[in-house]
């Protein structure tokens, strides 16, 4: 079983950055799918950002301009850099990846805590 460990969450003020790894334990075959997605308290999990294999990148309109997804070359790391942090990106964050042919996989981290003070 692959196991997706995330790190660099934390308390951080208003403006301020963070930036998100999100590891797998082994290199993954033929990813299509690399995201970030987010959970407020009462709220439900929603897509912050997403890159492909190819490279292209979607975001969610809020974080638009503030945020910037990533991958590194062993396709096993996915990053999340958040600058200009406003309180309302507060949240458990979760990596997730997808991929495979015939038989598919989706994998889901354990989620990190960002805290955006005002």
């Known amino acids: 079983q692959v196991q997706l460990v995330e790190s660099g969450g934390g308390l951080v003020q208003a403006g301020g950055s963070l930036r998100l790894s999100c590891v797998a334990s082994r290199s993954l075959f033929r990813i299509n799918h690399m995201g970030w997605y987010r959970q407020a308290p009462g709220n439900q999990r929603e897509l912050v950002a997403a890159i492909t294999s190819g490279g292209g990148t979607d975001y969610a309109d809020p974080v638009k301009g503030r945020f910037t997804i990533s991958s590194d070359g062993t396709k096993n790391t996915v990053f999340l850099q958040m600058d200009s942090l406003k309180p309302e990106d507060t949240a458990v964050y979760y990596c997730?990846?997808?991929?495979?042919?015939?038989?598919?996989?989706?994998?889901w981290g354990q989620g990190t805590q960002v805290t955006v003070s005002s």
């Open positions: 997730n990846i997808k991929g495979g042919i015939i038989k598919v996989y989706d994998y």
